[in-house]
């Protein structure tokens, strides 16, 4: 069994998701993420209308042996983007890791702990506050606090490590 959770800031404070590939979601190891309740697994505030009503799914991928995300609004002829680790998503297939930042419009979700990507040691940035970010970040400065990443040590992150969420 593999699982991910999900961290992320609404109006009205912190929210947090595990879920595994065999939940019972929608689709069994598929996470719909959006702002339609009859649509999602995971649902944002109606409010945020930056967010679209079907948006992304989070989904296990089998032969890459992680948990991918894909745009589901990447078909239409405007496409809502979702921005994985400073990186604009449209039409690829990304392979989420520990510290992974998705942004839907104006929410961004970190990806706080998972189980079962393929590789156990990844590659971090740390920056110089101590936040972690993953190896593949895209970006000058830190998006916690922004402080430039050029100061930030590249760290191995040990199973152990990854164990700990990164700080906020
Ligand atoms: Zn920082």
């Known amino acids: 069994m593999y699982k991910i959770t999900l961290?992320?800031?609404e109006?009205?404070?912190?929210?947090?998701?595990t879920i595994s590939n065999e939940d019972n979601t929608r689709e069994v190891g598929k996470i719909f993420i959006g702002r339609d309740e009859n649509q999602c697994d995971i649902v944002l505030p109606s409010s945020e209308k930056t967010v679209s009503r079907l948006h992304v799914v989070i989904f296990y991928d089998s032969h890459r042996q992680g948990w991918c995300l894909k745009n589901l609004t990447g078909n239409r002829s405007s496409p809502n983007?979702?921005?994985v680790n400073g990186k604009i998503i449209i039409l690829e297939e990304v392979l989420l890791s520990v510290g992974s930042l998705i942004q839907l419009g104006r929410i961004t979700i970190v990806v706080k702990q998972i189980e079962g990507n393929?590789?156990?040691y990844q590659y971090g940035i740390r920056c110089v506050n101590g936040h972690l970010l993953p190896y593949d970040f895209i970006g000058d400065f830190c998006p916690h606090c922004g402080y430039s990443l050029q100061a930030s040590e590249t760290i191995y992150l040990s199973p152990e490590d990854q164990d700990i969420p990164p700080e906020n």
């Open 7 to 9: 961290e992320w800031i």
């Open 11 to 17: 109006e009205g404070g912190t929210r947090s998701q």
């Open 81 to 83: 983007p979702a921005i």
């Open 118 to 120: 393929k590789s156990q």
